[in-house]
């Protein structure tokens, strides 16, 4: 008789009676403190040795190796410590190491170039990667986190630095690891993990998908703009090139060209970009059209450009916002918040900001993930004297309303004589004000929140250089574009509280 497992499903849907929560990739550190005691293994992995097992096909479904390639330890299958009928590699784990060792992987998850590592991300073995679930891509209800993970073997989350330690892993070769965030999926194969000993991987193995061919991408949009170089900013952070499409097109990353004040706004260097410069931009003309996608970036354009952003656009838009969408918006589209009455009193919109300066910023950490924050940019070096230096900010911000949360402001008073800096980046869960939980007390405070909305004042590299992915370089990402980096993430995982810590994957039956 097969066992009966209980897998870690990472779905938060509201229903009329009932809402389970759980989430891939939102978990706090509970297996990810430093290496368990045991013999370092000699023989880790690097990038080719870390080998893909491939991604989502173009239905969304997952395309890998069945077997996965596992060979059990000795190649010989009878080491499996599971009754005959039962199968999955939780049957070579074992549980019987000496003096309290333990059989581990450790390492770094790192991003799509391998270069920054990242927080919050799941690492797991799968039990069997033929059962890994789909990831569908596009949003169009109200799920939190629509990104199961499935029955695994060990799980382990990420911390402040990007390390994870699992344990109780099987012993054998080509043993499955998949790391996942949000709908960022990857699965490589550690080539072999020793017995009761650390497996050790090598800087970079570890890392999120480069393309759909080699794993799992959320399908996002990108509308350009000629003061924001957003379109190269995802190139440098390790998304191919092959990624870059006309909309609906084959990549993950579609591109729509918006406005430019001034500077020319790029398109697209391989096709036909969507056209956003006008009321009938094919994006945000009905809500059903965003729904084809999981996040949307909005790269400065230099002014709000409100004759192609009609109302019936911030309708759509803020619409899909509240069943689940995400949204990244740079400068001069707080328009999208400030002139829609839902979004306004999120926090204290200065509007226009004429000319773009250098800013020293603080991170606020007033809440917890702003502390890992703080931790993570202190980390990779991005912090001098515990502040970051900002170029051509904007200011368009000067206080936020809790609950929306305030990442990254300017420490020099501001001219309207605020107690603190200006807002650069903050980021609030949809709708506004959270949805009750069901049979919920009044004196339960906790709301449900389907989608998610950042804006920042920070740009990403300057001014565009030309139509993209042509005209982008592979420039290691500078201290700005890191911090830009960790909050995109951020965005793309789970929709949980900023101020408590991610909630914990529970352990695997044993």
């Given at each position: 008789?097969?066992?009966?497992?209980?897998?870690?499903?990472?779905?938060?849907?509201?229903?009329?009676?009932?809402?389970?929560?759980?989430?891939?990739?939102?978990?706090?550190?509970?297996?990810?403190?430093?290496?368990?005691?045991?013999?370092?293994?000699?023989?880790?992995?690097?990038?080719?040795?870390?080998?893909?097992?491939?991604?989502?096909?173009?239905d969304g479904n997952p395309s890998v190796d069945p077997g996965g390639g596992f060979v059990p330890p000795g190649d010989d299958a009878s080491t499996s410590n599971c009754p005959d009928g039962v199968t999955g590699l939780d049957c070579y784990v074992n549980k019987m190491c000496p003096s309290g060792k333990h059989t581990t992987i450790s390492g770094k998850v790192y991003d799509p170039a391998g270069k920054v590592p990242l927080y919050n991300v799941a690492v797991f073995v799968p039990n069997d990667l033929s059962k890994l679930p789909a990831i569908k891509r596009g949003t169009n209800s109200c799920n939190t986190c629509e990104t199961p993970i499935g029955d695994y073997v060990t799980v382990a989350l990420t911390d402040k630095d990007g390390s994870?330690?699992?344990?109780?892993?099987?012993?054998?070769?080509?043993?499955?690891?998949?790391?996942?965030?949000?709908?960022?999926?990857?699965?490589?194969?550690?080539?072999?993990?020793?017995?009761?000993?650390?497996?050790?991987?090598?800087?970079?193995?570890?890392?999120?998908?480069?393309?759909?061919?080699?794993?799992?991408?959320?399908?996002?949009?990108?509308?350009?703009?000629?003061?924001?170089?957003?379109?190269?900013?995802?190139?440098?952070?390790?998304?191919?090139?092959?990624?870059?499409?006309?909309?609906?097109?084959?990549?993950?990353?579609?591109?729509?060209?918006?406005?430019?004040?001034?500077?020319?706004?790029?398109?697209?260097?391989?096709?036909?970009?969507?056209?956003?410069?006008?009321?009938?931009?094919?994006?945000?003309?009905?809500?059903?059209?965003?729904?084809?996608?999981?996040?949307?970036?909005?790269?400065?354009?230099g002014g709000t450009f409100e004759q192609a952003k009609p109302q019936s656009a911030k309708d759509a838009m803020r619409d899909w916002l509240n069943e689940g969408g995400k949204v990244f918006a740079t400068h001069y589209h707080y328009t999208w918040f400030m002139n829609e009455p839902v979004f306004t009193p999120v926090a204290n919109w200065l509007g226009d900001s004429l000319g773009l300066g250098v800013v020293t910023g603080k991170i606020d950490v007033s809440f917890y993930k702003g502390q890992v924050?703080?931790?993570?940019?202190?980390?990779?070096?991005?912090?001098?004297?515990?502040?970051?230096?900002?170029?051509?900010?904007?200011?368009?911000?000067?206080?936020?309303?809790?609950?929306t949360s305030r990442w990254i402001y300017d420490s020099a008073l501001p001219a309207d004589g605020g107690a603190t800096g200006n807002t650069k980046y903050l980021s609030f869960g949809t709708p506004v004000g959270g949805l009750p939980k069901p049979d919920a007390g009044p004196e339960d405070m906790d709301r449900i929140y389907c989608g998610k909305a950042v804006f920042s004042d920070l740009h990403a590299g300057g001014a565009p250089k030309g139509d993209v992915p042509a005209k982008c370089d592979t420039a290691d990402l500078t201290a700005q574009e890191k911090a830009l980096e960790f909050l995109f993430f951020d965005l793309a995982a789970c929709v949980t509280d900023d101020k408590k810590p991610p909630p914990v994957p529970p352990e695997p039956p044993k």
């Open positions: 008789m097969a066992r009966t497992r209980n897998p870690f499903l990472a779905v938060l849907a509201l229903a009329p009676a009932v809402i389970a929560a759980a989430f891939a990739g939102c978990g706090s550190q509970k297996n990810s403190s430093s290496a368990l005691a045991g013999d370092d293994n000699d023989a880790s992995t690097d990038e080719d040795a870390g080998m893909s097992f491939g991604g989502d096909d173009d994870f330690t699992l344990k109780d892993v099987p012993t054998g070769k080509n043993v499955p690891l998949t790391v996942q965030v949000g709908k960022w999926r990857r699965t490589i194969k550690v080539p072999n993990v020793a017995d009761c000993a650390t497996t050790n991987l090598s800087a970079g193995t570890a890392r999120l998908p480069r393309n759909h061919g080699e794993g799992d991408m959320p399908q996002m949009a990108l509308v350009t703009g000629g003061f924001d170089d957003l379109g190269c900013f995802m190139r440098r952070m390790g998304i191919d090139a092959s990624e870059y499409s006309a909309p609906h097109g084959t990549g993950r990353l579609d591109i729509y060209k918006g406005n430019s004040l001034t500077f020319v706004s790029p398109g697209l260097s391989t096709g036909t970009a969507g056209d956003c410069t006008t009321s009938s931009c094919p994006l945000w003309d009905t809500k059903s059209h965003l729904e084809y996608y999981d996040l949307v970036l909005l790269a400065c354009e924050f703080h931790d993570w940019l202190q980390g990779i070096g991005a912090l001098q004297n515990d502040s970051i230096a900002l170029n051509g900010v904007a200011n368009s911000v000067s206080t936020v309303t809790p609950p």
